[in-house]
């Protein structure tokens, strides 16, 4: 399907107003049948394509490098496939001033706060390195449940995707090819938000770090992993490759394990998403795990 002539892919590194009005008009004059009566139902899977990620610094607070030539790729492919996408599903991550993986959660004896990138060991905490500045059981208890279980390190991020700020928003191009596609289709998006319990990480769309029962959302989001069964293809791609991408899809792994047939729907898009620097050979040996066990890894070039 050729590109809408409103379409530049200059747009995509631009931070603008989407044009919801015209790019809706735009998807109506090129309807086709409604997503409801595909018999071949395609799910494209968007990973926290958000300001604060894809735009270089300062207008991105934690950029993902080449995330904004992935983010193009991705609307061209949306609107190259709008006939046979059946429902496409964005993840919003969403944070408050105080969490658990911010500077303004913990501090050392002398009053200072952590620098972003700073780790905090759960041998850290036993030695009084860093205190937590509220919450302190469950965060003693966090830093050793987060080494235990998810064999990770507690890593202070800067501040972004802030509730209420420009960062916390889809890149504006991408939401108006969403909005095409609704149009085209008949089809409502899903959004999904993450990451606003401040007591825990949320890299995963899926699941938070460390499980937080009290809270609606601080457990395994079964709906949706049931809901990934009514599709006969799941494209997945978006940022950070070596983190929110990486977490989504071990969460889809342990819950399918089992059941190859799932596993064999999925389809990364390797060409849409990126890794935060550092982080790259181990996310590929990852990925090439992720193959092993029968996800496929596909361009935006391949033919859907």
Request: proline residues 7%; charged residues 20%; contains cysteine.
């Amino acid at each position: 399907m050729p590109l809408p002539a409103y379409y530049r892919d200059t747009d995509v590194g631009r931070i603008f107003d989407p044009d919801f009005q015209r790019t809706y008009q735009a998807g109506l004059a090129d309807q086709t049948s409604p997503a409801n009566d595909d018999k071949h139902r395609i799910l494209l899977w968007l990973v926290d394509v958000q300001i604060d990620f894809c735009f270089p610094a300062p207008t991105g607070r934690l950029t993902v490098p080449n995330a904004l030539e992935d983010t193009c790729r991705t609307v061209e492919w949306i609107y190259r496939n709008t006939p046979v996408i059946t429902h496409i599903a964005a993840s919003l991550d969403t944070h408050t001033p105080f969490q658990i993986f911010y500077p303004s959660w913990w501090q050392a004896a002398d009053g200072s706060h952590p620098q972003p990138f700073t780790v905090i060991t759960a041998e850290d905490v036993r030695k009084g390195k860093w205190r937590p500045v509220t919450e302190v059981k469950w965060s003693a208890y966090y830093v050793e449940e987060l080494e235990r279980s998810s064999r990770k390190q507690l890593m202070i991020w800067p501040y972004h995707c802030m509730e209420g700020s420009a960062g916390r928003a889809l890149v504006p191009a991408l939401s108006e090819a969403i909005m095409y596609h609704s149009a085209a289709r008949m089809a409502q998006p899903t959004y999904l938000v993450k990451g606003t319990i401040a007591q825990t990480e949320y890299y995963s769309v899926l699941e938070p770090e460390v499980k937080f029962p009290s809270h609606p959302d601080g457990k395994l989001n079964e709906a949706f992993l049931k809901f990934l069964r009514e599709f006969d293809l799941i494209y997945i791609c978006g940022q950070a490759r070596s983190h929110c991408v990486l977490e989504t899809i071990h969460s889809v792994l342990r819950y399918y394990g089992d059941n190859p047939v799932v596993l064999n729907k999925m389809r990364f898009l390797d060409d849409c998403s990126s890794s935060i620097a550092g982080f790259e050979e181990s996310t590929e040996r990852q990925i090439a795990q992720f193959a092993a066990q029968g996800i496929k890894l596909v361009k935006s070039t391949d033919p859907v």
